[in-house]
């Protein structure tokens, strides 16, 4: 999922960082004036600087040559320098509202906090363009900064030819049958998704009480214990395309039609993935700040499960002239593809209308869900917890 910024360069975060720290120096001009009056450019502003050289490395950037490589490298020293120099102002800053008592109340104490929070990420932005501009050398994508308004932000690897660069964090969807998004992860620093079977597994222990019968994924869930871990949990058939060069043994299996056709079922989740990033916003990240990445993912993810089926055209229906048949003329059956019920729709009443069951059961089953924090999607009340309630109190289902 992307983050709300700009395509990150070196030049443009430390121009960025400059901005930031020229601001806190003009707001707190009023505060510390007199305390740093005799201090040599204690509030200069060098954001003019900045700009001058960032217009240069625009005008050279098509141009090539060793000398235009060069002058780069001589523009990036200087902006560079420019920047520790603000640095040194912010901290004289600091130190002066610390000793004249302004940093424990009102815009002092805001001052100072803004201070504490973007000097580290300017600092590491300072030792990111020096690494890779002036040294030559590389940093790794998972300690790259790529934004100061939002560090938790980093580079996504699509892995796939012609995709364009996203910046942002990576989140894994677990669907489960029936097009009911059961769990999300939001992946920190040092984590991939060939670590995401294992709590996978476990929460749908959790939720349903037993294991998957088949569980699907993609290549890059692939790790070579996951069939230990999948064997052990009770999984029948474990679908997933081996990562890296495969052994005689896999290219075989994976060309088996079984295999194959238990694989076709995987690609529910791609279209899963795209109504959440087209219809519920989980295309680009509006809110600021790790919290809000993941109330807006688990928002989408609670919304899009809530929201009734639209009526539409059925495949059969798409060929020319064919009599179209919608979600709401097809006869209503008891299975898992029942409707998907949210916050909104937990009346017991609600329930036993539209899934025509008992009161009694429906009563059951929401109690059931409440019990387990189930009660912001209550599609993942599918007809196995129906069934069991139903064995269980010698009820018997419309």
């Excluded at 294992?198 to 994924?217: I, Y």
């Excluded at 609600?350 to 009563?363: D, G, H, N, T, V």
């Amino acid at each position: 999922m992307q983050t709300a910024i700009h395509h990150p360069t070196d030049s443009s975060l430390l121009v960025a960082g400059v901005r930031v720290r020229s601001r806190v120096l003009r707001r707190s001009k009023a505060l510390v004036g007199e305390a740093l009056e005799g201090t040599r450019d204690a509030f200069r502003t060098r954001t003019r600087t900045m700009r001058q050289g960032l217009r240069t490395l625009h005008r050279t950037a098509r141009q090539k040559g060793e000398a235009v490589a060069e002058q780069r490298v001589t523009i990036y020293k200087k902006m560079i320098v420019t920047a520790e120099q603000t640095l040194d102002q912010v901290a004289r800053v600091r130190d002066a509202l610390e000793d004249t008592g302004q940093a424990a109340q009102g815009q002092g104490r805001r001052l100072r906090e803004q201070v504490d929070r973007f000097v580290p990420l300017v600092e590491r932005v300072i030792k990111q363009a020096r690494t890779r501009v002036v040294e030559g050398g590389k940093v790794p994508a998972d300690e790259t900064s790529v934004s100061l308004f939002e560090p938790h932000s980093r580079v996504i690897a699509r892995h796939k030819g012609g995709a364009a660069v996203e910046f942002g964090r990576t989140v894994v969807f677990d669907e489960v049958e029936g097009g009911i998004v059961s769990r999300y992860d939001i992946l920190e620093d040092g984590e991939t998704e060939h670590g995401a079977l294992p709590p996978a597994l476990a929460h749908h222990q959790e939720v349903f009480g037993r294991a998957p019968t088949l569980v699907t994924a993609d290549r890059g869930v692939h790790s070579p214990n996951n069939e230990r871990l999948a064997a052990a949990a009770g999984v029948c058939h474990l679908v997933m395309p081996t990562w890296g060069k495969a052994t005689a043994e896999q290219r075989a299996r994976e060309k088996e039609r079984a295999w194959r056709t238990r694989y076709q079922w995987r690609a529910g989740i791609e279209g899963r993935i795209s109504r959440l990033r087209r219809d519920y916003g989980l295309r680009r990240c509006a809110d600021h700040g790790p919290n809000g990445l993941e109330r807006r993912v688990r928002l989408g993810r609670d919304w899009q499960q809530s929201a009734p089926h639209r009526p539409g055209r059925s495949r059969l229906s798409r060929k020319k002239g064919a009599q179209s048949t919608t979600h709401q003329e097809r006869p209503q059956r008891f299975c898992s593809h029942a409707p998907l019920f949210s916050a909104f729709f937990k009346s017991q009443r609600q329930l036993a209308l539209l899934w025509r069951i008992p009161k009694s059961l429906a009563a059951l089953t929401s109690e059931h869900c409440t019990q387990r924090g189930l009660c912001g999607s209550w599609g993942l009340a599918t007809s196995y917890y129906v069934r069991v309630l139903s064995q269980e109190n010698g009820i018997t289902p419309k």
